[in-house]
């Protein structure tokens, strides 16, 4: 198990030729583009956490048949940094960074103060974010970094904050049909207040200002406040459908001044995130139109949430669809001391992974008996009217044991069937993939033994007439000795395998990633 999380893998920036099995559709042209960690230890120094390691990318090119892989990691500052000193000297969201013992009492004096208020990590490995026809890697700090899909180079560093007042940022940004995109961030006590803030990002920029970046013409949409001042709630996605923003402000922390003074108290910022499962979960809808927030408060219990599935309105209701736990043991399985080789027996969850439909009735019938159901739609999902004008809602199950949910896109907002995720049991042992019907609560799984799918990207094949017409594209780690990872490319009506891209490369467990057609890749190159 040690090989598969903690152990640092090589990078191959050139191109190695997969050996292809099977029948790929002809029309599968362009890379699939993914990110996750890759190097957890530098020097004498380890990363704490799996989610802390050095961002390695990794690509899927598809031309005429034949597949393409390589790495390369991410040359943030973090990495230079870190290289150039050979030992961890910038510090992520699970592990502190101290000075070197060996510097001089000033340096250190002068590291600890401007620690107060840090400059934050650019290591960018969580996602891929695609901003009109260029790409950037992501992360939940201020800062993206630019990268070249196809060399996967580095380029630029952008600093969400220059653009408006955010400290932290999503690493799954929305695209709108135009392909504008959507992100949320938040801004911790600027002017006295803490707040979470919307904010759209152009896909293009007017032909007059083709200079200029597409950040520069970044608009906020809508400002939510925290409901506590000192403790924002911690969010890694959030919802939209065709008229709403959907955003939970989860009882999941971060505690302000814990954090100013994590690096003096010696703990990393991840031990100032705390669950409050005393505490309610509240639902927030902003009307994308009018940029305001729908008055009514709607909330439910105590859960933790990283992944929303997707959402949409029906009949005067949002409907949505999130991944949820009942408590925060998800980010503890990740700490590398816990994915030892015995991890599987010592590090289980606590809560299992469950997705869970949300039905939350916008339009309502104002005069409703208190204790009322105002759901209107075929669900077990209820929202009740309480004295104080709240609306408290429970959920529908969909189904249990997925993360890492992916949809067809096309169907983002809007009414859907599928969803295509990796399986969960009590352990982080992924051994199958599913795709979910939420309508019918119907699955197909694929899965072989010692496999590791990752998080499956549904491609649409052309002239696509149906939501589950295309492929399912999966990078599988294998933890059998000598036996090589491979790319598995599914039929994602059937979840039958139409062939695989073996490379014989010791790869990583990545998190997430986007496919980019051959057409949008080649209007980046004009
Ligand atoms: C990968 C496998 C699985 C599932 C994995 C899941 C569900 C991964 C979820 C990943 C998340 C939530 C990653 C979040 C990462 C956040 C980071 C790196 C944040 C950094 C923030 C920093 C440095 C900011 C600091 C800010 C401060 C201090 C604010 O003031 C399974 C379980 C499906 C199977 C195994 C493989
Ligand atoms: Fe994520």
Not at 84 to 95: H, K, L, P, Y
Not at 264 to 281: M, P
Not at 312 to 324: K, L, M, N, R
Not at 452 to 464: K, Q
Request: hydrophobic letters at 35%; one cysteine or more.
């Amino acid at each position: 198990m040690e090989t598969i999380f903690s152990r640092n893998k090589e990078e191959h920036p050139e191109p190695i030729k997969a050996e292809v099995q099977g029948q790929l559709p002809t029309w599968l042209q362009g890379v699939l583009l993914r990110n996750g960690p890759g190097m957890h230890t530098i020097g004498d120094t380890k990363y704490n956490h799996w989610f802390d390691g050095l961002a390695l990318l990794h690509s899927f090119t598809f031309k005429n048949g034949e597949v393409y892989y390589r790495s390369k990691y991410l040359r943030s500052d973090t990495y230079n940094c870190n290289i150039e000193a050979n030992r961890i000297v910038v510090s992520e969201f699970g592990t502190m960074a101290y000075p070197d013992p060996c510097k001089n009492i000033f340096a250190k004096a002068f590291s600890y103060l401007s620690h107060t208020i840090p400059e934050f990590t650019d290591n960018c490995l969580i996602n891929i974010m695609k901003t009109g026809d260029d790409y950037y890697a992501t992360s939940e700090t201020n800062f993206i970094r630019k990268i070249d899909p196809q060399t996967l180079e580095t380029l630029e560093k952008v600093d969400y904050s220059k653009y408006v007042a955010v400290n932290l940022a999503t690493s799954h940004p929305h695209y709108d049909s135009a392909g504008n995109i959507l992100n949320m961030g938040t801004s911790i006590v600027d002017k006295g207040r803490t707040k979470y803030v919307l904010f759209k990002i152009p896909s293009s920029v007017p032909e007059k200002e083709k200079k200029k970046s597409c950040f520069k013409q970044l608009e906020v949409v809508c400002s939510i406040p925290s409901r506590s001042l000192l403790q924002p709630s911690y969010y890694h996605s959030f919802g939209i459908t065709e008229n709403y923003i959907v955003f939970i402000e989860q009882p999941f922390k971060l505690d302000i001044v814990k954090l100013a003074t994590a690096y003096i108290r010696g703990v990393n910022w991840a031990s100032c995130l705390s669950f409050h499962k005393e505490d309610k979960t509240w639902f927030h809808f902003v009307d994308r139109k009018t940029k305001k927030e729908v008055s009514t408060k709607f909330y439910t219990d105590a859960l933790v949430l990283y992944h929303h599935i997707n959402a949409y309105e029906e009949d005067g209701h949002v409907v949505f669809d999130i991944v949820a736990y009942r408590d925060n043991s998800l980010y503890d399985m990740f700490y590398l001391k816990k994915l030892d080789k015995d991890f599987e027996e010592n590090n289980r969850l606590t809560s299992i992974p469950t997705c869970k439909r949300f039905v939350v009735p916008l339009q309502h019938d104002k005069d409703a008996e208190l204790g009322s159901n105002l759901v209107k739609l075929p669900t077990s999902a209820t929202a009740v009217k309480e004295k104080d004008g709240s609306i408290y809602c429970q959920p529908e199950i969909l189904c249990e044991g997925i993360e890492l949910p992916r949809v067809n896109y096309d169907y983002n907002g809007k009414k859907y069937k599928y969803v295509y995720a990796t399986e969960v049991q009590w352990s982080p042992v992924p051994t199958k993939i599913a795709k979910l019907n939420v309508q019918t609560k119907e699955v197909l799984h694929w899965g072989e033994e010692h496999c590791w799918p990752s998080e499956p990207i549904f491609v649409p094949s052309p002239d696509a007439r149906e939501e589950d017409e295309g492929v399912v594209l999966t990078c599988v780690v294998v933890s059998e000795p000598n036996k090589a990872p491979f790319l598995l490319i599914l039929d994602a009506k059937t979840f039958k395998e139409l062939g695989r891209a073996t490379v014989n490369v010791e790869m990583h467990l990545d998190l997430h990633g986007m496919f980019i057609q051959q057409k949008d890749l080649e209007a980046k190159m004009e």
